[in-house]
């Protein structure tokens, strides 16, 4: 028996970009024939050309090692692949070139609650939940009461999981996934839900089935824990390897290039010369900032129009975790503020007096419009790290779940 | 943190012991001190031989390839799946209904009642001297089937595309587990039935041992439609709209409510191109033992199942391995 469970050669992954057409309908299908022709006798070359840049890599000529046994910890930004990595790996999807060779039985682990159906009971949704990760049913009856005594919710196992609190729903969910005992396991992400103490007994089930001398692949955001599970780590950016070393080496990479490279990018497909109004730079002040502390966001709208647009304009900053959830917004509107753009470049500058956030890692997303219309909209352009910092004087703040932290009055009544 | 790592590589080597694995366990990840995982660790069930034998081939993952293989291996491997899909479906069916699993009985009597109304008693259709409700009836039992598989199994993959984005698995599973829930109401309505064939006195007939062929030929005709639709439903949402036009127009093309009889004998070539035309009269015949059942016809119905089955398994098949990124 050799001693390597995944052998990954060249894999790339290509999608098409435009995720507002997602499906197909028979029409489409209708009018691209009929236009084909027409298309093929006009101009060919700027066809060809748009069809081009309809297509990203997703994934590009991706090749490593996995030995049996081993847990490597997977880092990269949002949108770096990682996921695509684990979906070809658990076999979601295929890939568009190159091999992976996988030598044990998988259990891949994207979401936690895969399946569960609201309807149906949590001791329904066990089995349910089971099966679909790839148990089988005397497997899953074996474990019945481990799975149920580490969710700790076995007072409401007869009630349609409808009725869960969501916190209930996860405990449970996770609790069918930890039990899950396949040779290789592929993690995605799934600790970063529950509460903390929640999270810590994941994460020490995640460590037993490391210890076990089982394989693990583990994405997370969550650095710590992959300092603690993962001897190993690949850190992927835009689709390649940038680095495969100890974990606490890429880890120290992976941080102080996030820091010095938290520079704004546009992600948008849409061409910035074509719009006449975009945004062009988006900056933060200090660029370490912290919890509790000041920090500036400066604003950088470009303006190509020779007539000077008396349009007053609304700017928005949204703010979401790593997890892609939304945050906070930041908008001028509600302060009651528009502005009106100059030719060229206009800059204007956030002042927020103490940063409600608590350490981690955020991303941006800009907006720029008039009431309801949207003149330019960024997903994604920057992203940066809060530090631990005092909220109040002498009080440090850590993480503790929750994101947002505001200053209140506590009196005695 | 850093001063974990050099402990961690030393027990690299060694991590298949038992007991290096709790030590393990207890000294790196100190933040859990929970009793179940260290059970998990105490006892590791033999998870591999429990799941179906340990996989020594290597799974290799390529791109699509031109030439789909069946995997009749894996869809066996997957049974468990199979049969928890279906009772979902089952399950959830006629929850939050007052009448429950009623309507498995009501839906085809119902149909049968307005029918024999309708088009036994205002249009007289001719029935073959068979009183018209179990003439109607018996052909209602594999229609009604055939009607759930284009609608539920149509629609399943997109339905469950949670599950089809998320996990690996068959996706042929999915709309044969549907069929499953289908596959109930038909041993409902079967027993209905065989009720009324008391009711109305009908003798039995040795056709009646033929029978299993039948329901056989009526599950493969429901199956290749619910592939078919189910893997066309994934690229073009269109079917989606199309099914309820499409299994009106399916019905009236097949001898349910009325007998095929009336069908002009230089056109029954064409109409029996119509697969459920095969799989009704052979109901029929078997049941009831009606004069219009001709082999050579069902033969050329059967043929047209056969071809609707293997076209479908071939079409799933080249469109599987894009599912999670068109859906």
Known sequence: ?413 | MNRLSPQKQTENGNNKSLHKAINHHQSIVSMSHEKISLNAVLNPTDGADVLGGINLDPIRITPPGRWPSLHLQELWDYRDLLWILAWRDIKVRYKQTALGAAWAVLQPLLTMVVFSLIFGRVAQLPSEGIPYPIFTFSALLPWQLFAHAMLESGNSLVSNQQLITKIYFPRLLIPFGTLMSGLMDFAIAFGVLLVMMLVYQIPIRWTVLTMPGFIFLAVLTALAVGIWLSALNVEYRDVRYTIPFLTQFWMFATPVAYSSTIVPQNLLWLYSLNPMAGVVEGFRWALLGNESFSLPYFLLSTGMVVVLFFTGLAYFHRMEDSFADNI
């Open chain 1, 1 to 413: 028996m050799s001693d390597i469970a995944i052998h990954v050669e060249g894999l790339s992954k290509q999608y098409r970009l435009g995720q507002r057409e997602p499906y197909k309908s028979l029409r489409d299908v209708i009018m691209r024939a009929a236009k084909k022709p027409l298309g093929w006798l006009g101009n060919d070359s700027t066809s060809g050309g748009k069809h081009e840049e309809e297509y990203f890599w997703a994934l590009n000529d991706i090749s490593f090692e996995v030995k049996r046994g081993e847990a490597i910890g997977i880092i990269g930004r949002n949108g770096a692949g990682k996921s695509t990595l684990l979906k070809i790996l658990s076999r979601i999807t295929k890939p568009t070139q190159g091999t992976a060779d996988i030598y044990g039985r998988v259990g891949s682990l994207l979401e936690v609650g895969t399946g569960f159906h609201p309807e149906l009971t949590g001791r329904e949704n066990i089995y349910l939940n089971g099966a679909i990760l790839g148990m089988r049913r005397h497997e899953i009856a074996h474990k019945f009461d481990e799975i149920v005594d580490f969710s700790g919710v076995e007072k409401y196992l007869d009630m349609p999981v409808k009725r869960y609190s969501s916190g209930m729903y996860v405990r449970l969910a996770f609790a069918v996934a930890a039990h899950l005992e396949p040779e290789i396991l592929l993690v995605d992400e799934v600790l970063a839900v529950g509460d903390a103490e929640f999270q810590k007994k994941c994460l020490g089930k995640m460590g037993a089935v490391a210890g076990e001398g089982r394989t693990v692949l583990y994405v997370s955001h969550n650095m710590t824990s992959i300092l603690n599970l993962c001897q190993r780590s690949i850190l992927i950016n835009s689709g390649s390897i940038l680095m495969e070393e100890s974990s606490d080496k890429v880890i120290d990479y992976y941080l102080e290039k996030q820091q010095t490279t938290n520079t704004f990018s546009r992600t948008s497909n849409k061409d910035p010369n074509q719009q006449e109004i975009h945004f062009s730079n988006l900056s933060i002040d200090p660029i370490n900032p912290k919890t509790g502390n000041p920090i500036d966001f400066i604003v950088e709208v470009r303006c190509s129009k020779d007539i000077i647009s008396s349009d007053h304009h609304e700017i928005a900053i949204g703010l979401l975790n790593t997890q892609d959830s939304k945050i906070l917004q930041i908008h001028s509107k509600h302060m009651n503020r528009d502005f009106q753009l100059k030719k060229e470049i206009t800059k204007v500058r956030v002042s927020l007096d103490n940063l409600p956030l608590s350490p981690g890692n955020y991303h941006v997303n800009l907006w720029l419009g008039s009431g309801s219309f949207t003149i330019d909209y960024l997903q994604n352009c920057f992203s940066f790290t809060v530090d631990p910092g005092f909220f109040v004087v002498n009080q440090y703040v850590e993480n503790l779940g929750y994101p947002v932290l505001v200053k209140s009055n506590w009196e005695l009544m």
